[in-house]
């Protein structure tokens, strides 16, 4: 820092982290309509996308779901949780203005699987249901 600028004078860290807002999906009929629409598998979770209507809403937004089959309460929680921070990496840079995402945890490869592993499974699941 140069000697005009005081401590105070950045702004926080948290104000450069979000790029592109992510909207999370609440309502089942969301969640309904996702699962008609383009599907892909990977290793480590099922990716569902859907182009929205027009005017239906703005940005990305994204949806995450585990089942039972996954686990117990603290294993589909960490399942969600590191779905949440791969969606948090990687869909502000491939997903797309009026897109819905749903991503789905599967039994024991999404809580174990590596984290950069996770990612470029997601990265290839967006590469090939935007190449349709």
Known sequence: MDGSAKPGDRP???SVCAVVPLTVLSKRSDFLKAARARRQPTPSM?????????GEADG????????????????RN???RRLREI?????????RDGWDYVLIGKP????????????????KA??????R
């Open 12 to 14: 926080p860290a948290v």
């Open 46 to 54: 099922l990716v569902q996308a859907r182009r929205r209507a027009p």
């Open 60 to 75: 990305i937004r994204v949806g995450f779901t585990c089942s039972k089959k996954v686990g117990n309460a603290v294993a």
């Open 78 to 80: 960490r399942a969600k």
């Open 87 to 95: 969606a948090r990496a990687v869909l502000p840079e491939l997903g």
């Open 108 to 123: 024991v490869d999404t809580a174990t699987r590596p984290f950069d592993l996770l990612k470029d499974d997601l990265r």
């Open 126 to 131: 967006l590469a090939k249901l935007h190449s």
